[in-house]
């Protein structure tokens, strides 16, 4: 679901065509330094597959397995390759990512886009958290094309992670790049370590939100984004 104002901001945005002008040139100068891809976790090098394949191996004998027994002969290769999708957003170009979809606005309507699946590795125990991310910006003069948004969650999902940080590396993204006048995220998570192992009851979820610029300083602003999200 996206909201009225996100809708309306993007038929407004299609309107004209996306510029590559200074601004794009000097988001994307931004985005290949050094200090934002240590800032954001990117850049890292490739998986190492052959390394992950014995270490699983290593794995099933450990808890008693026998990786040689049919069902598992392939497990090892598959958990490799796994483990380079889910770990993907290391490795993602954001300069290809972000690729030139900035638009010229003039109004500043909040742009919402709610309710993004986002999967996830918890760092702790390396098992799936998964849920729903929210995310609105204020736009001062730039908007991104609205698929853009599902693809930055994606980028920071795709990593061995805690909710809280997932939250903050989304708003810094998208802070980053649109230099708007606020960022708000909220993401509802399942954790399936606390669920699986009892350590919580059936319908707990975490709720974990970033609030930046105007979020942070306006109630008003922060009160019409969590409406809509409520409203959903
Ligand atoms: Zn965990």
Redesign the pocket.
């Known amino acids: 679901m996206t909201s009225l104002n996100s809708a309306r901001n993007e038929a407004r945005a299609n309107g004209g065509k996306a510029v590559h002008d200074a601004h794009a040139d000097d988001v994307n100068a931004r985005l290949r330094s050094e200090a934002f891809q240590q800032a954001f976790d990117l850049g890292y090098p490739p998986v190492d597959t052959a390394a992950v394949e014995d270490a699983t191996r290593q794995l099933l004998v450990a808890v008693g397995e026998d990786p040689l027994r049919e069902g598992l002969a392939n497990t090892p290769r598959r958990v490799a390759r796994a483990y380079e999708e889910l770990l993907a957003g290391y490795r993602t170009d954001p300069v290809a990512l972000v690729n030139d979809a900035l638009f010229n606005v003039e109004q500043s309507d909040m742009v919402v886009v709610s309710d993004i699946d986002f999967y996830s590795l918890?760092e702790?125990?390396l098992?799936p958290f998964y849920g729903k991310a929210h995310v609105a910006y204020l736009p001062a003069g730039k908007v991104i094309g609205l698929s853009k948004i599902p693809r930055i969650v994606e980028m920071f999902a795709r990593r061995l992670q805690l909710q809280e940080r997932l939250t903050r590396q989304i708003a810094g993204f998208v802070d980053e790049v649109l230099q708007p006048e606020g960022v708000a995220v909220v993401l509802e998570g399942v954790?399936l370590?606390?669920r699986m192992r009892g350590v919580e009851n059936g319908g707990t979820r975490m709720t974990s939100s970033t609030f930046l610029g105007r979020f942070e300083s306006d109630p008003a602003a922060r009160a019409e984004f969590l409406t809509h999200i409520r409203a959903r």
């Open positions: 918890c702790h125990h098992l954790h370590c606390a």
